[in-house]
Nanobody, 118 residues
Framework: QVQLVESGGGLVQAVGSLRLSCAASGSTFSSNAMGWYRQSPGKQREWVAAITNGGRTNYADYVKSRFTISRDNAKNTVYLQMSGLKPEDTAVYYC????????????WGQGTQVTVSS
């Protein structure tokens, strides 16, 4: 069974930093590119960043140069280092398999809340 456990969120002031972690079950993690997603109240869930098994990364324009995604294959964990945070980054952050049809995924972890104050 798929398991995704996100952690590391919190309340931070603008331009501050946070590091999110996501522990994934082995079958999910080892064979897939992984992504971070976020959802703000009243808005659709959106893709933030992704990383392949080999470490190739890709970012949404609105986080590029501020966020860094990484993974530790030995620990089945994917990370999101966030810096230069803005109030508009406030959202619940989730990890999952990277894919263009993520809005149709039927399993998500509980997510981790990130709140950025101005």
């Amino acid at each position: 069974q798929v398991q995704l456990v996100e952690s590391g969120g919190g309340l931070v002031q603008a331009v501050g930093s946070l590091r999110l972690s996501c522990a994934a079950s082995g079958s999910t993690f080892s064979s897939n590119a992984m992504g971070w997603y976020r959802q703000s109240p009243g808005k659709q869930r959106e893709w933030v960043a992704a990383i392949t098994n080999g470490g190739r990364t890709n970012y949404a324009d609105y986080v590029k140069s501020r966020f860094t995604i990484s993974r530790d294959n030995a620990k089945n964990t994917v990370y999101l280092q966030m810096s230069g945070l803005k109030p508009e980054d406030t959202a619940v952050y989730y990890c999952n398999i990277d894919g263009p049809d993520f809005l149709e995924y039927d399993y998500w972890g509980q997510g981790t809340q990130v709140t950025v104050s101005s």
